[in-house]
């Protein structure tokens, strides 16, 4: 756990990035040497504690040869200077570039999930390593750019604007995010008051002008979620529209919509899914990417969670059953730990919501709802893995669980609920 400091300068026009990161770490163990991941770009200075630290590169490491050894439990601070131009990254996850992208307005926005973190700054790229940001983007007039967290500060000078935002709760670095282009901060006044979080959303000017109907239920779906699991864990909320993104993400307090989804009949349960992973994956994360159902498992389940809220149980118990018979014809692999290819697979975000519903009928809504409130009070703003959550899950119950868990989980068969 430490800090970020991304103080960057962009230039859309020139396609060219420049800045310092600086990384505040503590050594968990005695380093004569030790790696970042970091791809593309001239690294033009790099410091140790404020010495300068000679350093090598091979394909995403950067290794780094501090002057002195620095002794296990030792803070210290990290600092790299670099320059050049940006470029998505192919992850073995997923077959769309991730990182830094562009998009059909010329806007550039970062989807990182899960290791294209290191295509835009240096940092251990791995989601059990989370950390606190300040981000320093500064661009030129009449440009905008946000970042994750709070706008805490606007600096203009010689036609150029720095604004500064602040993650104050420790985020994973694949959900580290900056979206810059001419784009509108539209503030959502009446959602705001519904959810007791100020919402915001990052629009291109004409959809700003009319914004997509479903978006303005944003402030009920935080209060539905925050009943439900407990309370919004970061400061303000919302979502920014990219073009040439078929997808979205769920980059802490500014998840990232592909505009596709704006008129599709999809796009409020879409709302939902990338709002519960605030709880599920931004707040709680996964130690490690093999037990990834614990974010998409959570946040299809939020949107059958949100089905039987707005049309009654019915509505539910009808999506579970059919969900749980077309895997049971099908011969896809459980969801519990899934090869890197298969992170986004059907089976993780499907069956893996099946985990939860199927628990839930086991030990009760009274159990089932307490559990997920005690995960994510317990495990919010660190690391959960499996065990941690079938633990709560036990503890909360007093049933024995192992059976449920390894059926749905890790079973080929797909049990009946
Ligand atoms: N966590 C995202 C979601 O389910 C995944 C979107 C797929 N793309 C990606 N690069 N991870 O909302
Ligand atoms: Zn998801």
Do not use: C
């Not at 009449?142 to 010689?158: C, E, W």
């Not at 580290?176 to 539209?186: H, L, P």
């Not at 239920?217 to 078929?246: C, H, K, R, W």
């Amino acid at each position: 756990m430490g800090h970020y400091t991304l103080d960057l300068f962009f230039d859309p026009e020139a396609d060219f990035l420049s800045g310092v990161v600086t990384v505040d770490a503590a050594a968990t163990a005695d380093l004569d040497t030790f790696n970042l991941d970091f791809v593309g770009f001239e690294i033009t200075d790099l410091t140790v504690d404020g010495t300068a630290a000679p350093f090598t590169r091979t394909g995403r490491e950067l290794s780094i040869d501090p002057a002195a050894l620095i002794p296990s439990g030792e803070g210290f601070t990290i600092a790299v200077e670099y320059a050049g131009t940006p470029a998505p990254i192919t992850s073995e996850a997923i077959p769309v570039e991730m990182g830094w992208r562009t998009g059909t307005g010329g806007e550039r926005y970062v989807v990182a999930e899960p290791d294209a973190a290191s295509s835009w700054f240096p940092s251990n790229d791995h989601p059990s390593d989370k950390a606190t940001y300040t981000f320093r983007i500064t661009v030129p007039d009449p440009t905008m750019a946000v970042a994750n967290g709070l706008l805490v500060d606007t600096i203009t000078d010689l036609g150029a604007t720095t604004r500064v935002y602040e993650m104050a709760q420790p985020m994973p670095t694949y959900l580290a995010t900056v979206v810059i282009g001419s784009f509108e901060i539209v503030d959502d006044p009446n959602g705001s008051a519904v959810a007791g979080v100020p919402i915001r959303n990052v629009l291109p000017p004409l959809v700003a002008a009319s914004p997509p109907a479903g978006l303005e239920l944003q402030g009920e779906m935080i209060d539905f979620m925050s009943d439900t699991f407990g309370p919004f864990p970061f400061d303000v909320y919302g979502i920014a529209v990219v073009g040439n993104f078929p997808a979205a993400l769920e980059n802490s307090t500014l998840s990232i919509f592909g505009d596709g989804f704006l008129d599709s009949p999809i796009f409020e349960f879409v709302l939902v899914h990338e709002l519960a992973h605030q709880w599920f994956g931004d707040s709680v994360t996964p130690a490690d990417w093999g037990d990834i159902w614990l974010n998409e498992g959570f946040a299809t389940y939020t949107e059958w969670l949100w089905l039987e809220h707005r049309e009654g149980p019915a509505a539910l118990a009808a999506i579970a059953q059919g969900t749980r018979d077309v895997f049971a014809e099908s011969p896809l692999p459980p969801p519990g730990s899934p090869a890197p290819a298969e992170l986004f697979a059907g089976t993780v975000y499907q069956r893996g919501a099946l985990v939860l519903h199927a628990l839930r009928l086991e030990i009760g809504d009274d159990a089932f709802f307490e559990t997920l409130q005690t995960y994510a009070a317990r495990f919010g703003g660190g690391n959960a893995t499996t065990a941690d959550f079938v633990a709560v899950a036990e503890e909360v119950s007093g049933a024995e669980l192992d059976e449920l868990f390894g059926a749905w989980l890790y079973g080929d068969e797909v049990p009946e609920l």
